[in-house]
């Protein structure tokens, strides 16, 4: 619908608005970069141990990783802003320890799990209201200090002790298969993916966060609420943190104030390996997807064969190092 | 003056993937003039100081300097050859003082001891300031100074470099009258101790005051080079847009309606103080003043950027409040901010997603984007305002300058919009887009839009202004109409000595 003040301009100026279809740029993505190192690591898995390609042992591999996986979901649109969580952690950590003590302390498991998400989301809130409203403090110095704070507060709540003894049922999470095959946590992470994917790349709201990342001055002339979203979706990164942490504990069996440490660094790979920018702006859902899957997969197949859990990290620097390097030769000026 | 070419360039040509930035150019720098080059934005200023000073190499053509042909391969090069260039946004370091800025990259080190020598680099920096007439601290922060000052701390750093060859690039065009005039004595200054020096700018007053010689680009073609004082204005501007401009204020006829905003004492704390005024529709009301006098600050919160603390907002007669971008868009109020590349656009981003970010809900269904609807819309609003692009896939950052803008523009023809401010519209625009965009503003006044047009530029807020609102210190010291308003009364509003 033209406006009225549109009519008054005339001109004969035509303007394409049919995208050509452009081989290179097709295949110069990322994405298929990361696909074939995935292949890769299936390869060379599968080499170094018999037992591991098949349906069963791919299946159950997932369940070793995808805790921290939800996280990374959420942890792509804070890095897509530019920003930077790396409480996430300790976030883990404050809502699984008061989840397990108010559980054992005689509240009723589910009104537990609630509680569990509610601690994440006040804690990504708490951030997001710091990184907001105090413009001057960067997302790192906020996050660095509450990451101190909430494992200090999961250190005072349980001391340095377990806590546990939840009901069978809450096992099922970490550990349980729908039809014996697949394991629960892959599903219910398929769900968060698709979710999390439509979001970014389908609606006003993903639109808004990259609008931010590139340049929240031109975003906030735009008429978009910088700061409501950025408020949004760090108390999004704290509730997705809280759901990990359900996954991780029910996987224990127990927890201490120590679980899920270094887990921030973890996620910021996966999400930095799949081609998000640390600059903001850039990355895509379907990168972040399969880092996730090729760190998980590199993890569990080198763990297989008994390769040092030391050596193991060194690998994973190095590949982190080497595609960080390689992203910025090749996309450095690419948008998205 | 001597004729001697101190800075000779022969058939320059420089090609980008695709377009050709500078073809055949032709420049000659007599030893101690001050040459203006002018053209429009595009016109391939940029790319022309961009080879002399080493940024770019040229693909075709020579350079001599002193007589001898010379090669510029990197900036350092013409650095050491003598070469200083002066950006309009000064390219230093903010967060240290103006001594290190100025000596930085050819520090005075004790021989001996390796230490820097504070004292003497204090001393020489503070010599070097006088000599230009400024009397600020050189111990003092960068970012604690005007543009105006940067400025000066930036011929200063050229002056110790002992560069023989200036390059002015917009100099005047974020600066105040009176900081002009200031600048011009500078230049005259440098002139007078035999620097050569290079003045780009859009503003005639600058070349006439200025000037000995104008060389003129147009579409990447060296068009010719003048004597200041053989060569009239209409022709000059013949020479840079290639056709003649009948009007630059091209005001028509028109009826002024009913009110539709008022503004009562409103008030941001540190910005603006006691704002009233009103405005009715197919007015243009000009609020000028000197920059800093708090009339962007006023803008911003009538756009709902920052929230005024106290006063009363009325549109269409009903008492309204405005606290975000969002609740000034719903009014219909629409803003063409100053910066168009940091406020106005997302240079890293297509045209279509530039064009639809401040209307995602038009292009949207319960939050889910239709890209189809976004590029019709796109599409449809970029040929609208004539944007020069093959598709609207092009990235921002790929555009010029004026089309840069045009698609600022777009995105405010994507709203029904009442009230129109444009804070600064002509800033670092040629002239041919000047008169275009007065054409603009007249035709949307004349169809009973209201426009709140903030400007530095005296000519222009006589020549499209109904009435002028003066600012000066965050307060309104004058409001006229434009018939019964003239420069003097203007300036003395905007200056008024302190009590």
């Known amino acids: 619908m033209e406006n009225k003040l549109e009519k008054g301009l005339t001109f004969n100026r035509k303007i394409k608005a049919e995208k050509e279809f452009n081989l290179k740029d097709f295949f110069l993505q990322w994405e298929w970069l990361l696909l074939l190192i995935f292949i890769a690591i299936h390869i060379m898995n599968s080499q170094l141990s018999p037992y591991y390609l098949n349906t069963y042992t791919l299946l159950d591999a997932t369940m070793t990783f995808l805790d921290k996986a939800f996280i990374a979901l959420s942890m792509t649109f804070v890095i897509i802003f530019g920003d930077i969580d790396i409480s996430v952690g300790s976030t883990v950590a404050l809502s699984s320890v008061i989840m397990a003590v108010l559980y054992n302390a005689g509240l009723s498991m589910p009104l537990a799990i609630i509680v569990c998400l509610l601690v994440g989301i006040t804690a990504g809130f708490i951030n997001g209201i ?78 808004k966060i990259y609008a931010i ?55 910021i790979a996966m999400v930095v390996l799949g081609g998000v920018s640390t600059s903001g702006g850039k990355g895509r859902m379907i990168g972040v997807l399969l880092s996730i899957f090729i760190i998980g997969y590199l993890r569990y197949g080198l763990g297989l064969v008994n390769v040092p859990s030391q050596v193991i990290l060194i690998i994973i620097g190095a590949l982190l190092i080497i595609s960080v390097l390689v992203s910025n030769l090749l996309y450095g000026n690419k948008s998205e | 003056m001597s004729d001697q070419y101190i800075l000779e360039l022969k058939n320059i040509t420089k090609k980008f993937p695709g377009v050709k930035a500078l073809d055949n150019v032709n420049f000659q720098l007599k030893a101690g003039e001050i040459h203006a080059l002018m053209g429009e934005n595009g016109a391939g200023k940029s790319t022309f100081i961009k080879v002399i000073t080493g940024v770019h190499q040229p693909n075709e053509g020579e350079i ?37 800025n100025i000596f930085m990259g050819h520090e005075k080190i004790d021989s001996r001891t390796k230490r820097i020598m504070w004292g003497d680099m204090h001393q020489a920096a503070a010599k070097h300031l006088q000599e230009l007439g400024a009397d600020f601290d050189p111990r003092r922060r960068m970012s604690t100074l005007s543009v105006a000052q940067q400025q000066i701390v930036e011929i200063a750093k050229a002056i110790s470099t002992k560069a023989e060859i200036i390059i002015m690039d917009e100099p005047t065009a974020s600066l105040t009258k009176t900081e002009s005039e200031d600048l011009y004595i500078i230049t005259e200054k440098l002139q007078k101790i035999g620097t050569s020096i290079i003045f780009i700018s859009h503003r005639f007053e600058d070349m006439y005051r200025l000037a000995d010689r104008v060389t003129v680009l147009r579409d990447s073609k060296y068009i010719g080079t003048w004597g200041v004082n053989e060569v009239s204005n209409k022709d000059l501007i013949k020479a840079m847009v290639g056709r003649e401009i009948n009007q630059l204020f091209p005001k028509t006829e028109k009826e002024i309606g009913k009110e539709i905003m008022r503004v009562e004492n409103l008030s941001r704390k540190g910005y603006f103080k006691d704002i009233s005024f009103a405005l009715n529709e197919g007015e243009i009301l000009a609020v000028t003043g000197l920059v800093g006098a708090g009339r962007t600050e006023l803008c911003e919160s009538l756009f709902g950027i920052k929230e005024y603390d106290s006063g009363i907002i009325y549109f269409e007669n009903k008492e309204v409040e405005i606290k975000e971008v969002e609740d000034a868009m719903n009014l219909g109020i629409g803003y063409l901010p100053e910066d168009r590349q940091e406020q106005g656009l997302i240079l ?64 405010l023809l994507t709203s029904d919009l009442k009230v129109i401010i444009l804070d600064e519209p002509t800033k670092g625009v040629d002239v041919g887009a000047k008169s275009a965009i007065f054409e603009i503003m007249s035709d949307l006044a004349a169809q009973g839009y209201a426009i709140i047009m903030v400007s530095s530029e005296m000519p222009e807020v006589l020549g499209m202004g109904d009435r002028i609102l003066v600012m000066r210190n965050g307060e309104i010291t004058a409001e006229m109409d434009v018939e019964e308003a003239d420069q003097e009364k203007i300036l003395e509003a905007a200056m008024k000595a302190e009590k």
């Open chain 2, 64 to 100: 001599y300097l002193n007589g001898e042909k010379i090669e510029i391969n990197d900036p350092n090069d013409s650095k050491a050859l003598g070469i200083a260039a002066i950006y309009q946004h000064a390219t230093s370091y903010p967060h240290l003082s103006v001594t290190e």
């Open chain 1, 130 to 207: 710091l990184i907001v409203k105090f413009k001057e403090l960067s997302a790192v110095i906020v996050t660095l200090s509450t990451m101190i704070l909430y494992r200090g507060i999961a250190y005072i709540i349980l001391e340095d002790q377990a806590a546990g003894g939840f009901p069978m049922w809450f096992n099922f999470l970490g550990w349980g298969y729908i039809k014996n095959l697949i394991p629960v946590i892959l599903i219910a992470f398929s769900v968060a993916a698709v979710i999390f994917y439509l979001l970014l790349h389908k609606t006003t709201f993903g639109r």
């Open chain 2, 348 to 411: 890293d981003w297509e045209l279509d997603k530039n064009i639809s970010l401040s209307a995602l809900d038009k292009i949207s269904n319960r939050g889910w984007i239709d890209r189809k609807k976004e590029k019709n819309m796109a599409k449809r609003l970029a040929e609208k305002v004539n944007v020069k692009a093959r598709s609207i896939f092009n990235l921002a950052s790929q555009l010029s300058g004026g089309n840069q803008q045009k698609i600022v523009v777009a995105k």
């Open chain 1, 213 to 267: 990342g590139n340049n929240d001055i031109a975003s906030l002339f735009s008429g978009v609420k910088v700061d409501k979203i950025k408020l949004i979706v760090f108390t999004l990164n704290g509730f997705m943190a809280a759901l990990a942490a359900l996954f991780l504990t029910s996987k224990m069996g127990s927890t201490r104030p120590n679980i899920a440490s270094g887990y921030e660094l973890d996620v």
